[in-house]
């Protein structure tokens, strides 16, 4: 069903779209100069043009003869993402730097009428302002004689039609023969100005015969300046704009004027083949036409008249036209909507007549899902039942194995505590006794802890509650943890009131969960870390919190850490999982509650409420039942017995992450090796490859780095691949087993192990490297390498290929160098990549030779092969396998083979 509403919304989308498809729509923005009469008829040609293209909208702003005001439209074009803009700069100078600026940012630009500085345009499109000024000089000579005085009233100052014209009119008169010009001044273009200037002119020259403008308005006011000074001269304007030149010429106010060219639709025009891509003219440059004078201003006034009614009518009926478009688009989407509605309800129908089939088929389904769940319903009822008492089973199994225990635990702790104090016994003895002493009281520990937890769970776990001070006992139980503080320099912070504490709990049980919520910080704080421990009475409840800056516990782990048997590290666990259950269950039968809060990284925080109670019995002082001593056996270390080193001896690197494991196999081993210990993976690779151990005993299950993880490293490293590895493991899976061969272990040990096995197999894998040696040995009569079918027993074949090429290479590079007398160790040493101490034990693991020996071994076996199948010279044969004197080679190889070179030549020469 959800498949075919998909595709309902889909063909909908498709009609929505392919109705409500919209043509781009172009903004254009036209900035004029000033506002004039001849601006306005450009404007409305401007518009008129737009009318015809609806995907045009076109915004006009005149800056009224200001050049700030343009450059300020012009940049609200350009900011408000208008696609085209057309200007008609005011003064040259001024506006260039802002339309040089919109046009580098990639808007297209037109200038029209006014040119700039520069080719800083798309277009360009104006009337030849010189034509104009030359025409208006030919036609004032047929007003005026050669002898005429002329006054020429400019522009704007700066603009570019103003200097034209005036060109233009001067070259004009100069063609002309006239007389010139007599005066000019500037009008600005404005009425105002041209009728001051014109005014303090006709002072001066009152006799003149002809004013020449440069628009219009300007011409008219000179007209009347001149009306008042009672004179008449002749009088040309240009522009020709109906409202205002051509009705002064109709009304003889001045005599002519020059129609100035608009062209508006032309700009809207060449702006959309500029968006459109099509081709169009860069410079378009408008025909000048003739003079408007008394003989044609009335018919060009009346074809004007006659324009504007008609562009009248334009507008009306394309507001017509617009209005039935609307209403169309009106209809069309309401046909649209209804098919679409059609279409909706069509599929609707269908949908309710398919999910109405459907359902009776789910009902059916349903109806026997529902049998089949009651069914295992049922089986799962019986298998959870089956399950409990086999859990209850397993419980008191584990109860009553537990009890057990108890007796031939208390038969073992005690001679073990008796050995621990005997004088008579040796160090090894005495470390061995230790860590079995501190084990001991380790498994008594849990075995309580399973106990009491089992009685929890029953109900039979009494409270004997009695007043005590708990400051008092909490400071004295502090103590017992100074000691292990110092040892790991640890700031061990108590913070407790000065007051009394007294109150009602069972000493012995709330002993217990301060140890082990102090014991856990002590475990998980790092060396130079912080612990602190408070308390306070306030509301009527004891607080008393454990916090430090360990490694702290994530946020899944820190749910789940009260449950019974759940470790936070399963791979490398530090406890039972049963210690923070039985806590809470203790504070619990108080009446309280015990808390975690935790951050990994920056530490964990355990808070204990308990109510405060109190008992008809004054406050007593209970001894505490756990003292430094077994803190100690928690938290620290079996000290550590010197062990001497022999250079004789094998050198062994155990590496575990359990220190009394390291001491264990060190004492067992220290008799007939060298003893060197890491306590992680991380730090056995550095080892192994620092020193090259003739074995190595690793733990498979530790931190930062694994024991398979570790193997697999020292396998592939090319200085300890020879190196014998024995894994040293709790698991017996066979899975696990074919894991540590697949990363390269020689042989395993499961614990717990028999320290006449591990003897045992460290001394075979040792042997059989050994008689590896001696085949590699016994096969070399030449410079050869050594034959990779000859694997030893319990050696990886990774391993060995990676000591078949290391060895190859080294006889391939002293085979090349042999001549060398000054060939040194510390040469080949770093050609193989190997420091001088790896190298040599490389060598010698895999050779049973010193560097030394083996080079002088393999350059006699050449020197021996050269005397018996050569004609060479004792002295030549010496230099070429590199020895430095005859006699000392002759010396070497009287030693090696009991006969001298000369001897054997003798011998063979018979």
Known sequence: MRKYLVWMVLAMLTVAVAACHEEKVYKIGVSQCSQDDWRMKMNDEINREVMFHENVVVEIRSADDSNQKQIDDIRYFADNSFDIIIAAPLVADAITPVIKEVYESGIPVIVFDRNINGDYFTAFQGADNKAIGKAAAHYARHLVNDKAKIIEIRGLKGSTPATSRHDGFVEGLEESGSAGIVAEAYGDWNYDDASRVADSLFRLHPDVDLVYAHNDRMAIGVSEVAARHGIRPRIIGIDAAPEIGIRAVVDSVIDATFLYPTEGHRLIRTALAILDGKPYDRVTSLPVASPVDATNADIVLLQNESLKEETGKIKLLKSQVDDYWSKHSAQTSLFYAAGVILLLLFGWIFLLLRSFWLNRAHQRQLVEQNRLLEDQRDMQKSLNEQLRVATQSKLVFFTNVSHDLRTPLTLIAE??????????????????????????????????????????????????????????????????????????????????????????????????VFFNLVSNAFKHTPDNGTIRVSSSIRDGELTF??????????????????????????????????????????????????????????????????????????AVTPCPLINENDVSAELGAVDSVEIVHDSEKPLLLIIDDNRDILRLVGELMKDDYNIITASDGKEGVRLATKYVPDIIICDVMMPVLDGLECCRIIKEEISTSHIPVLMLTACSMDEQRVEGYDSGADAYVAKPFSSAVLKARCKSLIANRK?????????????????PSLPAPGVTGASNDIDNEFYNRFIEFFTTEMGNP?????????????????????????????????FRSLRLKQARALLTGTDKSISEIAYEVGFSTPAYFTKCYRDAFGETPSELRDKLSR
């Open 415 to 512: 001679p073990v505590e008796q050995m621990v104090n005997a004088p008579n016994l040796t160090p090894q003895q005495h470390s061995l006794m230790q860590i079995a002493n501190k084990n001991v009281k380790i498994l008594h520990r849990l075995i309580n802890q399973i106990l009491d937890f089992r009685k929890y769970e029953n109900g039979k776990l009494d409270v004997n509650l009695a007043e005590v001070d708990f400051s008092k006992m909490m400071t004295e139980w502090s103590e017992s943890f100074r000691s292990m503080a110092r040892k790991h320099d640890i700031r061990f912070i108590v913070d407790m009131p000065e007051e009394e504490m007294v109150l009602a709990i069972d000493a012995e049980k709330i002993e217990r």
């Open 545 to 618: 919190s454990v916090a430090d800056n360990g490694h702290g516990i994530s946020k899944e782990d820190l749910d789940r850490i009260f449950e019974r048997f759940y470790q936070v590290d399963k791979i490398h666990p530090k406890g039972s999982g049963i210690g923070l259950s039985l806590a809470k269950a203790f504070i619990e039968l108080h009446g309280g509650t015990i808390s975690a809060e935790s951050e990994l990284g920056k530490g964990s925080v355990f808070t204990v409420r308990i109510p405060v109670r109190h008992v008809e019995a004054s």
């Open 771 to 787: 008689r590896i040696k001696e085949i590699w040995h016994s096969g070399q009569e030449a410079p050869v390498a050594p034959k």
């Open 822 to 854: 000054d060939l040194s160790v510390d040469t080949i040493a770093s050609e193989m990549g190997l420091g001088r101490s790896q190298f040599y034990r490389k060598i010698k693991a895999l050779t049973n030779y010193s560097p030394v020996e083996l």
